[in-house]
């Protein structure tokens, strides 16, 4: 796998008033690779995703996304890089009033000014790719699942061929095969189109089947960014009640008999 780094960050400091989340915190993402940042709740995880795609502010660092520093570019430069990134957020976040074929095409029409019907046939691959039935796109996302939802987001955050996929929760409260069902999906889709993963998760068994590399929030910094070995391998209190406590060794296990 390629090490060219196409997320750099660098002393980034992001407070909510008197609240320090990260301080100082450097993080690199490597090109098609799937990324896990894990940490305990509060750690700024999700702070940490919408910094770099550019929900958040930070008080202080730099974001360089394919070589660029996003936080100094003129806006309209901004824009252009981060049509580049597809994120699905924790709880989908689709549009309730649109059904799923029109929350998909919604970005074709106002990010690549495709006309409604270009817009409808595009988002309805799109829709085929997350592994949704095509009668699904008629529906409204309040008469979907919520594995399908998950899907139905992904598919929208597909909508524009971006180079980096965000996901924050990707299998949060699904079911445990249709998280397995999700994580396989997410791996084939980095493998056929040479997508970037950055993955915020909870999910032990996600980690252990479809991470290459695992960037550890502890103490509002990265403590720990290598392959899942050499973390789960550090000498930290919470590394080793995350990674060999029961759910982790039970992950871990799971993982080796596949
Ligand atoms: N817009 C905001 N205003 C004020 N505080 C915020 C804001 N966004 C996040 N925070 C605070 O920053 C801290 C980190 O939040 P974040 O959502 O990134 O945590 P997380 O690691 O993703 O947690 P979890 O695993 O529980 O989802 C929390 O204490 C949160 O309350």
């Keep these: 796998m390629s090490q060219e780094t196409i997320i750099e960050v660098r002393g980034l ?28 709740s509060g750690t700024g995880k999700s702070v940490l995703l919408r910094t770099i795609v550019g929900l958040n502010k930070p008080a202080e660092g730099s974001v360089k996304v394919f070589g660029e520093d996003l936080l100094v570019l003129p806006a309209t ?27 998909v095409s919604l970005p074709l029409v106002e990010h690549a000014g495709l006309s409604a019907a270009d817009a409808a046939d595009l988002a309805r691959v799109k829709i085929a790719l997350a592994g949704l039935p095509p009668e699904a796109g008629a529906k409204y996302p309040s008469d979907l699942s919520g594995g399908m939802v998950k899907r139905a987001a992904l598919a929208r955050a597909l909508a ?14 699904l079911d445990p095969i249709g998280a397995a069902a999700f994580d396989q ?8 189109l040479g997508l970037t993963v950055f993955l915020v998760t909870h999910d032990l068994d996600t980690i252990y089947t479809i991470t290459d590399r695992v960037a550890v929030l ?3 910094r990265v ?21 060999h406590g029961p759910r982790g060794r039970a992950a871990g296990e799971a993982a080796a008999r596949q």
Aim: glycine content about 6%; charged content about 30%.
């Design 218 to 220: 502890s103490r509002k």
């Design 223 to 243: 403590l720990v960014n290598d392959r899942l070995e050499a973390v789960a391998a550090t000498d930290d209190a919470w590394i080793r009640d995350y990674f």
């Design 77 to 103: 430069r901004r824009a252009e890089l981060e049509r580049r990134f597809g994120v699905l957020f924790q709880k989908g976040a689709l549009f309730s009033s649109l059904t799923v074929c029109e929350n």
């Design 13 to 40: 400091t992001n407070r909510f008033g008197s609240q320090v989340v990260h301080e100082n915190l450097d993080l690199d993402v490597h090109r098609g690779e799937i990324l896990t940042v894990v940490g305990g």
């Design 185 to 192: 999906l997410i791996l084939t889709l980095r493998d056929a």
């Design 160 to 173: 524009l061929d971006p180079d980096i996929l965000f996901l924050d929760e990707p299998t949060a409260g």
